[in-house]
């Protein structure tokens, strides 16, 4: 990154909450040196954050990083010397007294500052623990720290090299034996080359560690350092607030792509594009039901009531996440699934055997297509197969609705309801005086019934006046379009409110039927502000593909 990107990203997070970032490693060139400065200086540093400027254990480099960090109120030098015997042996050749000599002469002039010294034994995990101590008390005693300004001792796992738990050994054991330990706090520094940082990050937390650093999204050397979203947001699932704000995890995403040019995977935990998706029709329905389960507790408890909620360890909309991107839909996926992407686009729940019959039909598309079935292509499938959608096909283009002195309608569907007003499309207005209740309840009348209809309908363009009469809607509509010379059995007819969260009056309604004709079957579905246009539009849509 540049300058300009590291200012930026460094603005990232302070705004997320991080009271301690590391911004450069100013001895290694003059790029970092100038960033260092360019913070100071230009007074982006708030004044409840440290920065951390980074240097091995070279007097001259160290003078280097005090120059750089110069005139900032709140400074955390750290200092890293490897003390595994590889490195000792190898790379340094250096015996275990001459690496204890290199660290515990600190430079006169951090001396002279009230900064806090940060000291990294690196290759922590794999140093004997009888060393890292010996180290560590001579680079303590040499910097006399105090309990308000404590030394940082940054167990380091450079290279992840043994299980976690055997990591949580060695920091509790440094734990218990460093002496002073009101006067340190002791850090963790995991890498992850064997894919167990968080792991042994955590369980390192537990076995009495003060402090982590790590990088978003496991960026660093090799396979990266801990990732601190998944650490922050694994404490945040166990209800502890870890303090960081990332109640917009989109904009986390786009923020470190865009200036690191490396793209956080589809799977990453909580951050991923796939975190909150299925694709299983198991887990889709499950999921599907969860929702169901928790808008009834809303009802009774509001929205802060417990999350519960199967294959979804937090809600979603907690990151900025939006619940209708959970349910992503492929041959894999089940009618529950479709279900619930029905719901979102029509508002509508459909009867349980025409979820199965349009489950066929997405998964047959699915497979043939060999592609994710998107949100767009549920409108377009269910349109076509169960609506008046196509021009040059069936259309309604008025209708007129009389009835006697009153009117009781009987779907046979639980949801049915009848409608006490109806508006025709060519603007005449009639009215049915059958009662019905929001909820589906049906209030039936002992009266004496006759409904009679008349409309006009276009097949191919042509126009034809159609008109039929009953006891009811549903023996209306259906005696009408019989006119046509359609022969017919009604096997479902019900209807519903659409669940609109807007205006009570912008809701519409949604009719379903279920019709066969010798050995074929068809449903046809009609959704309007006016009940019976419903109706009237979902049984026009299965007649005519009953053709």
Same mark, same amino acid.
């Given at each position: 990154?540049? #300058?300009?990107?590291?200012?930026?990203?460094?603005?990232?997070?302070?705004?997320?909450?991080?009271?301690?970032?590391?911004? @450069?490693?100013?001895?290694?060139?003059?790029?970092?040196?100038?960033?260092?400065?360019?913070?100071?200086?230009?007074? /982006?540093?708030?004044?409840?954050?440290?920065?951390?400027?980074?240097?091995?254990?070279?007097?001259?480099?160290?003078?280097?990083?005090?120059?750089?960090?110069?005139?900032?109120?709140?400074?955390?030098?750290?200092?890293?010397?490897?003390?595994?015997?590889?490195?000792?042996? =190898?790379?340094?050749?250096?015996?275990?007294?001459?690496?204890?000599?290199?660290? !515990?002469?600190?430079?006169?002039?951090?001396?002279?500052?009230? *900064?806090? $010294?940060?000291?990294?034994?690196?290759?922590?995990?794999?140093?004997?623990?009888?060393?890292?101590?010996?180290?560590?008390? /001579?680079?303590?005693?040499?910097?006399?720290?105090?309990?308000?300004?404590?030394?940082?001792?940054?167990?380091?796992?450079?290279?992840?090299?043994?299980?976690?738990?055997?990591?949580?050994?060695?920091?509790?054991?440094?734990?218990?034996?460093?002496?002073?330990?009101?006067?340190?706090?002791?850090?963790?520094?995991?890498?992850?080359?064997?894919?167990?940082?968080?792991?042994?990050?955590?369980?390192?937390?537990?076995?009495?560690?003060?402090?982590?650093?790590? +990088?978003?999204?496991?960026?660093?050397?090799? &396979?990266?350092?801990?990732?601190?979203?998944?650490?922050?947001?694994?404490?945040? &699932?166990?209800?502890?607030?870890?303090?960081?704000?990332?109640?917009?995890?989109?904009?986390?995403?786009?923020?470190?792509?865009?200036?690191?040019?490396?793209?956080?995977?589809?799977?990453?935990?909580?951050?991923?594009?796939?975190?909150?998706?299925?694709?299983?029709?198991?887990?889709?329905?499950?999921?599907?039901?969860?929702?169901?389960?928790?808008?009834?507790?809303?009802?009774?408890?509001?929205?802060?009531?417990? *999350?519960?909620?199967?294959?979804?360890?937090?809600?979603?909309?907690?990151?900025?996440?939006?619940?209708?991107?959970?349910?992503?839909?492929?041959?894999?996926?089940?009618?529950?699934?479709?279900?619930?992407?029905?719901?979102?686009?029509?508002?509508?729940?459909?009867?349980?055997?025409?979820?199965?019959?349009?489950?066929?039909?997405?998964?047959?598309?699915?497979?043939?297509?060999?592609?994710?079935?998107?949100?767009?292509?549920?409108? !377009?499938?269910?349109?076509?197969?169960?609506?008046?959608?196509?021009?040059?096909? =069936?259309?309604?283009?008025? +209708?007129?609705?009389?009835?006697?002195?009153? +009117?009781?309608?009987?779907?046979? #569907?639980?949801?049915?309801?009848?409608?006490?007003?109806?508006? @025709?499309?060519? #603007?005449?207005? !009639?009215?049915?005086?059958?009662?019905?209740?929001?909820?589906?309840?049906?209030?039936?009348?002992?009266?004496?019934?006759?409904?009679?209809?008349?409309?006009?309908?276009?097949?191919?363009?042509?126009?034809?006046?159609?008109?039929?009469?009953?006891?009811?809607?549903?023996?209306? $509509?259906?005696?009408?379009?019989?006119?046509?010379?359609?022969?017919?059995?009604?096997?479902?007819?019900?209807?519903? *409110?659409?669940?609109?969260?807007?205006?009570?009056? &912008? %809701? %519409?309604?949604?009719?379903?039927?279920?019709? &066969?004709?010798?050995?074929?079957?068809?449903?046809?579905?009609?959704?309007?502000?006016?009940?019976?246009?419903?109706?009237?539009?979902?049984?026009?849509?299965?007649?005519?593909?009953?053709?």
């Amino acid at each position: 990154m540049d #300058g300009d990107a590291k200012l930026r990203f460094f603005q990232h997070l302070v705004r997320f909450g991080y009271k301690e970032i590391e911004v @450069s490693y100013p001895s290694a060139s003059q790029t970092e040196f100038d960033f260092t400065r360019r913070l100071i200086t230009t007074g /982006a540093i708030p004044d409840d954050v440290w920065i951390q400027v980074m240097a091995p254990c070279r007097e001259e480099l160290i003078r280097t990083t005090i120059e750089a960090a110069r005139g900032a109120k709140q400074v955390i030098v750290h200092i890293h010397l490897s003390t595994s015997e590889v490195f000792r042996e =190898v790379v340094f050749n250096m015996t275990e007294q001459e690496t204890i000599d290199l660290a !515990d002469s600190p430079d006169p002039q951090m001396r002279q500052t009230a *900064w806090t $010294l940060e000291f990294t034994p690196e290759n922590f995990q794999d140093t004997s623990l009888e060393f890292a101590l010996e180290i560590c008390e /001579a680079v303590k005693a040499a910097w006399e720290p105090m309990e308000e300004n404590k030394i940082i001792f940054n167990m380091a796992a450079t290279v992840e090299a043994a299980m976690p738990n055997v990591f949580a050994d060695q920091i509790e054991y440094f734990c218990d034996h460093i002496s002073e330990r009101e006067k340190v706090s002791v850090s963790l520094h995991n890498h992850n080359d064997r894919g167990c940082a968080v792991a042994a990050t955590e369980m390192g937390q537990l076995a009495g560690a003060d402090r982590v650093e790590g +990088c978003l999204f496991s960026n660093g050397e090799r &396979t990266g350092n801990v990732d601190l979203v998944t650490l922050a947001l694994n404490l945040f &699932t166990q209800g502890v607030d870890p303090g960081i704000d990332f109640g917009n995890i989109n904009e986390v995403v786009e923020m470190v792509e865009e200036l690191t040019k490396i793209p956080v995977h589809f799977r990453a935990p909580y951050a991923g594009k796939y975190t909150f998706c299925t694709f299983t029709g198991t887990h889709q329905d499950a999921i599907r039901k969860g929702y169901k389960a928790r808008a009834r507790l809303e009802q009774k408890m509001g929205p802060s009531a417990k *999350w519960r909620m199967p294959y979804l360890p937090m809600d979603p909309a907690d990151l900025g996440r939006k619940h209708e991107a959970i349910i992503r839909l492929n041959s894999q996926s089940g009618k529950g699934g479709i279900g619930w992407l029905v719901n979102e686009v029509f508002e509508i729940d459909m009867p349980k055997d025409l979820e199965i019959a349009f489950t066929r039909v997405v998964k047959g598309y699915s497979e043939e297509k060999g592609i994710e079935i998107t949100r767009e292509i549920i409108e !377009d499938l269910f349109r076509s197969h169960y609506m008046l959608s196509k021009p040059e096909g =069936v259309q309604l283009v008025s +209708c007129t609705l009389r009835t006697g002195k009153v +009117c009781s309608a009987k779907p046979n #569907g639980v949801n049915g309801h009848a409608a006490n007003g109806v508006t @025709s499309v060519n #603007g005449i207005k !009639d009215h049915v005086n059958g009662d019905n209740e929001p909820n589906g309840k049906i209030l039936e009348h002992d009266h004496t019934k006759t409904v009679h209809l008349k409309a006009v309908i276009a097949i191919q363009g042509v126009r034809q006046e159609i008109s039929g009469s009953g006891e009811d809607i549903l023996t209306c $509509l259906v005696d009408a379009v019989r006119e046509l010379g359609f022969f017919f059995d009604v096997a479902d007819y019900r209807t519903e *409110w659409q669940h609109h969260e807007g205006a009570e009056d &912008t %809701r %519409r309604s949604a009719g379903f039927v279920k019709l &066969t004709s010798r050995d074929k079957i068809a449903w046809g579905v009609g959704i309007h502000a006016d009940s019976i246009l419903a109706s009237l539009h979902a049984i026009l849509s299965a007649t005519a593909k009953l053709e």
